[in-house]
Nanobody, 124 residues
Framework: QVQLVESGGGLVQAGGSLRLSCAAS????????VGWFRQAPGKEREFVAG????????YYADAVKGRFTISRDNAKNTVYLQMNSLKPEDTAVYYC?????????????????WGQGTQVTVSS
């Protein structure tokens, strides 16, 4: 069982930055791939970024490539999402999710555990 808690969301102006954290319980967090997803009002949940459990292979949605960076610190059981050059269209609730021995790729149905989400609002 893994419990995930997101933090770091908030209100920021366009062009600004935020760093989201996904803190996990459990001693084998290093065996999980972690994905970040987001859901804006009236829209479906979409993949943002993911990182594999081994070798730290990363995936990004085209909409965030070059602006967002996912990383992990297994010693702290935490995965980060650094978000730079934020745009109003990045406004959404951001969720992290974990997949045992996964690769961190987009399909959401491969992820077994989900956090409660953190709100990110980007003003124009």
């Amino acid at each position: 069982q893994v419990q995930l808690v997101e933090s770091g969301g908030g209100l920021v102006q366009a062009g600004g930055s935020l760093r989201l954290s996904c803190a996990a319980s459990g001693r084998i967090f290093s065996s999980y791939a972690v994905g970040w997803f987001r859901q804006a009002p009236g829209k479906e949940r979409e993949f943002v970024a993911g990182i594999s459990w081994s070798f730290g292979i990363t995936y990004y949605a085209d909409a965030v490539k070059g602006r967002f960076t996912i990383s992990r610190d297994n010693a702290k059981n935490t995965v980060y999402l650094q978000m730079n050059s934020l745009k109003p269209e990045d406004t959404a609730v951001y969720y992290c999710a974990a997949d045992l021995y996964g690769v961190g790729s987009p399909p959401p149905d491969q992820y077994d555990y989900w956090g409660q989400g953190t709100q990110v609002t980007v003003s124009s």
